[in-house]
């Protein structure tokens, strides 16, 4: 049963490289995925107030099922748009789980990195596999040299993020859906992938053992700077919001500019990879790209969300001159 088992792996190899090669590529896969995500962010945001607040939010300002319509009273839109709710409640009650388990988000970008790091470095059978799927569609390759860099400030921020898990941010009771838990293990798991996809030419071309110390390019050199400085500051606030007391109202440095600093360099972060990354002649990575469509999506969302739980909580008058994620533009 293993020989036969054994026998199967190559054929099934074969066939599934050429349906990448002739169909769709790995880095169109990871694409598809952030795109059809940030698809669907959008389209929870276009539902009724009282039902996207159900599937959206978590956390401190999870929204609480909300009680029936009383008899008689409301209209039979109304009466829709309850039922249309109280099911959605109904939906997300289902596969509650810690808001904690966040952590898992990290702990998989930290070993998928360490995972590419050892295939990387192994001339790993998966490495190689994806590579060479995804070199039949490039016209152009990022550098071994970007590749690795990519990774390396990718590893960065996973280790980072989970640092802060465990000794910055302050344990909490609270829940969140499932989706979102999935949605955001997928993330990452597509992330780690894109960060070195459109390298695949480049990778196997020079033999994946290769690595030139050589002057950065600007692309190198600015993703890098950008990297740093939001890498930095998104560190400051999680650890300014750390201290504060229980769900009090952030106001110092960035906070009192923006409702979500963090939300802000989270984006930069993804946006200085993206320019890291950019192949020859291209100026960014398209398919990082696609993925900070997704964050700044979501995390974009969830900024507005913010908004208005800030606004019923302290007051609008103590938010009204403050940008939600984006200044001067949202």
Same mark, same amino acid.
């Given at each position: 049963?293993?020989?036969?088992g ?14 990448? +090669? ?63 709710t ?10 509650? &789980? ?20 050892? $295939? ?11 590579? $060479? ?10 550098? +071994? ?11 960065? $921020? ?19 859906? &499932? ?6 293990m ?14 695949? +030419? ?98 974009g ?10 606004a019923?909580k ?5 938010? $009204? ?10």
């Open positions: 049963m293993e020989e036969g054994g026998a199967l792996l190559p054929p099934l190899l074969h066939s599934l490289e050429h349906f990448l +090669t002739h169909r769709v590529s790995p880095a169109q896969l990871c694409q598809a995925f952030f795109v059809l995500a940030a698809a669907g962010v959008l389209a929870v945001a276009a539902t009724p107030e009282s039902a996207r607040r159900l599937l959206l939010e978590y956390g401190p300002r999870q929204a609480k099922t909300p009680p029936p319509a009383a008899a008689g009273v409301a209209t039979s839109k109304a009466a829709s748009s309850s039922h249309f109280e099911l959605i409640a109904w939906f997300t009650s289902m596969g509650n &789980i810690p808001h904690s388990w966040f952590k898992h988000f990290y702990i998989l970008s930290v070993c998928s990195s360490l995972f590419w790091a050892a $295939q990387y470095l192994s001339n790993g059978v998966i490495i190689t596999f994806l590579a $060479q799927a995804q070199a039949e569609n490039l016209k152009t390759s990022m550098t +071994t040299n970007q590749a690795v860099l990519t990774w390396l400030l990718m590893f960065m $921020q996973g280790c980072r993020r989970l640092f802060e898990c465990f000794a910055v941010l302050r344990p909490s009771a609270s829940k969140m859906w &499932i989706v979102h838990w999935v949605l955001g997928a993330y990452y798991a597509c992330m780690n992938v894109s960060v070195w996809i459109e390298a695949s +030419t480049s990778l196997l071309q020079t033999g994946k053992l290769s690595f030139e110390f050589e002057q950065p390019s600007p692309n190198e050199a600015i993703g890098t700077l950008l990297f740093l400085v939001a890498w930095i500051m998104q560190y400051r606030c999680h650890k300014y919001l750390a201290s504060l007391k229980k769900y009090s109202l952030p106001e110092d440095g960035m906070f009192a500019y923006l409702i979500c600093p963090h939300y802000t360099c989270e984006c930069l972060l993804y946006l200085s990879l993206a320019i890291t990354a950019a192949p020859t002649g291209q100026l960014y990575n398209r398919t990082i790209i696609c993925g900070l469509l997704f964050v700044s999506t979501n995390l969302v969830t900024a507005g969300d913010t908004r208005k739980w800030y019923e302290f007051g609008q008058d103590r938010i $009204q001159h403050r940008w939600n994620m984006v200044p001067l533009v949202y």
